[in-house]
């Protein structure tokens, strides 16, 4: 559930009607104890404002299909097709792999997008339903993608050589954070894996923003990039003189997209 505290008039229905004690309202606050929420929808229907809403459903992979089917003639057209995105599509690994099947059965253009962090069995299974994977690509010292993420990039960079040498197509893509993986080391790690593996057709530089930063805010989450800055558009021209070091600038496969515009600035 998500609250946007702009089109709150502090009315209090959602409070009357909630049996989870989830919402406290008086005439100048409105918290809100997402933990107890059962996501019942009582509130949400009760709020005539607007400022109650969910984000996201649960839907089965037939009817995700039915939906995107609907756009057949337009991937046609298009080149297009499907792509499965999240969070991480691979934690929903059956419902997955039920669509991406009925997906290929239907001609779709299958995409994934993963950060790679799941067994190589699971990535094994889906690769024969797959066109193209999205593959991120974080931070290359191990120590502090596990400080950053939780996690070393061990498996990950064993399910990228997996997925390149068994002739998956895979799209790189890389955050660029500032003060967090924006340095040299990571720009060489970068580039050596686009010259290491064939199967990485492209290298996607994904210049940091703040988007989420809002729904964090809306669903009661902490965001923990807070003290970083968006990288505008004319901030990308200091980022292209730090990749000649890597050698970088002399790959075709790598690009700066701004991630709003999908805008190629090199
Ligand atoms: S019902 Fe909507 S407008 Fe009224 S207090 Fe709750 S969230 Fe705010
Ligand atoms: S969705 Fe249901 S449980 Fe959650 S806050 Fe609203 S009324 Fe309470």
Same mark, same amino acid.
């Given at each position: 559930?998500?609250?946007?505290?702009?089109?709150?008039?502090?009315?209090?229905?959602?409070?009357?009607?909630?049996?989870?004690?989830?919402?406290?309202?008086?005439?100048?606050?409105?918290?809100?104890?997402?933990?107890?929420?059962?996501?019942?929808?009582?509130?949400?229907?009760?709020?005539?404002?607007?400022?109650?809403?969910?984000?996201?459903?649960?839907?089965?992979?037939?009817?995700?299909?039915?939906?995107?089917?609907?756009?057949?003639?337009?991937?046609?057209?298009?080149?297009?097709?499907?792509?499965?995105?999240?969070?991480?599509?691979?934690?929903?690994?059956?419902?997955?792999?039920?669509?991406?099947?009925?997906?290929?059965?239907?001609?779709?253009?299958?995409?994934?997008?993963?950060?790679?962090?799941?067994?190589?069995?699971?990535?094994?299974?889906?690769?024969?339903?797959?066109?193209?994977?999205?593959?991120?690509?974080?931070?290359?010292?191990?120590?502090?993608?596990?400080?950053?993420?939780?996690?070393?990039?061990?498996?990950?960079?064993?399910?990228?050589?997996?997925?390149?040498?068994?002739?998956?197509?895979?799209?790189?893509?890389?955050?660029?954070?500032?003060?967090?993986?924006?340095?040299?080391?990571?720009?060489?790690?970068?580039?050596?894996?686009?010259?290491?593996?064939?199967? /990485? $057709? &492209?290298?996607?530089?994904?210049? @940091?923003?703040?988007?989420? *930063?809002?729904?964090?805010?809306?669903?009661? !989450?902490?965001?923990?990039?807070?003290?970083?800055?968006? /990288? $505008? &558009?004319?901030?990308?021209?200091? @980022?292209?003189?730090?990749? *000649?070091?890597?050698?970088?600038?002399?790959? !075709?496969?790598?690009?700066?997209?701004?991630?709003?515009?999908? $805008?190629?600035?090199?």
């Amino acid at each position: 559930m998500g609250f946007i505290e702009k089109k709150c008039t502090k009315c209090g229905k959602c409070q009357e009607v909630c049996t989870h004690s989830v919402h406290r309202v008086d005439p100048i606050r409105h918290e809100i104890d997402f933990a107890r929420c059962i996501q019942c929808g009582l509130c949400t229907d009760a709020c005539f404002n607007h400022a109650l809403k969910f984000y996201g459903k649960k839907a089965s992979g037939e009817e995700i299909l039915e939906i995107v089917m609907k756009d057949m003639d337009f991937y046609r057209k298009s080149n297009g097709g499907l792509t499965v995105s999240g969070g991480e599509p691979m934690v929903q690994f059956e419902p997955l792999l039920e669509l991406l099947k009925k997906a290929k059965k239907n001609g779709l253009h299958v995409c994934v997008d993963t950060s790679g962090q799941a067994s190589r069995d699971k990535y094994r299974e889906i690769a024969d339903y797959t066109d193209l994977f999205l593959f991120d690509y974080k931070i290359t010292d191990t120590r502090e993608h596990k400080r950053y993420t939780g996690a070393d990039n061990r498996l990950i960079l064993s399910n990228l050589d997996y997925l390149c040498k068994s002739g998956s197509r895979v799209i790189l893509r890389c955050p660029i954070i500032p003060g967090i993986n924006d340095n040299k080391r990571h720009y060489q790690g970068i580039t050596e894996l686009s010259h290491k593996y064939k199967g /990485i $057709e &492209a290298v996607n530089l994904m210049m @940091y923003h703040d988007m989420a *930063k809002g729904k964090a805010v809306q669903i009661g !989450e902490v965001y923990a990039l807070q003290e970083i800055r968006t /990288i $505008e &558009a004319e901030d990308k021209k200091e @980022y292209i003189p730090k990749l *000649k070091p890597a050698d970088a600038l002399n790959s !075709e496969k790598i690009k700066f997209k701004n991630n709003v515009l999908e $805008e190629d600035v090199l």
